[in-house]
């Protein structure tokens, strides 16, 4: 990957982290909305904007090709699946906890996710870690 494309991962995923944190506001307006109709939702505009931004950016090739490769590998498939479904079911707890006015603990449990993203990592996946990564992992998990 060139650091062209690495700079603008880091800018949209800068820009997605913060509509994310602005959104519970969002939910807490619309309360009487169940958290799953809000999923669904998000899960459809969230698909519609993405394809107008590979047909706007000329990279619908791309997602053709991507799809072509998801349907000759069934592994592939069943984890994508899978990663869709443990999103959806974050976002759905998510979106819950703020609707409910559960924010300290939704808030825990957003802090606790990539802390158990890393450590699946290292279980299934096999990553390992430099001393620098250990060190702050540890250190994010020490509790006060």
Do not use: C
């Amino acid at each position: 990957m060139n650091s062209y494309n690495e700079k603008d991962g880091v800018v949209f995923a800068f820009i997605s982290f913060v509509m994310w944190g602005l959104t519970p506001i969002y939910w807490k307006l619309i309360q009487h909305v169940s958290p799953g109709e809000i999923l669904m939702q998000r899960v459809l505009w969230s698909f519609i904007f993405m394809i107008a931004l590979l047909i706007v950016l000329n990279k619908w090739q791309l997602y053709v090709k991507a799809v072509k490769e998801i349907i000759r590998k069934p592994k592939l498939f069943w984890s994508l699946l899978l990663a869709s479904v443990l999103i959806s079911t974050n976002w759905g707890i998510f979106m819950w906890a703020v609707i409910e006015g559960r924010i300290v603990e939704a808030s825990l449990g957003q802090y606790i996710n990539p802390l158990t993203s890393m450590l699946i990592g290292v279980i299934v996946l096999k990553e390992r870690l430099n001393g620098t990564q250990i060190l702050a992992y540890v250190l994010a998990g020490i509790e006060e």
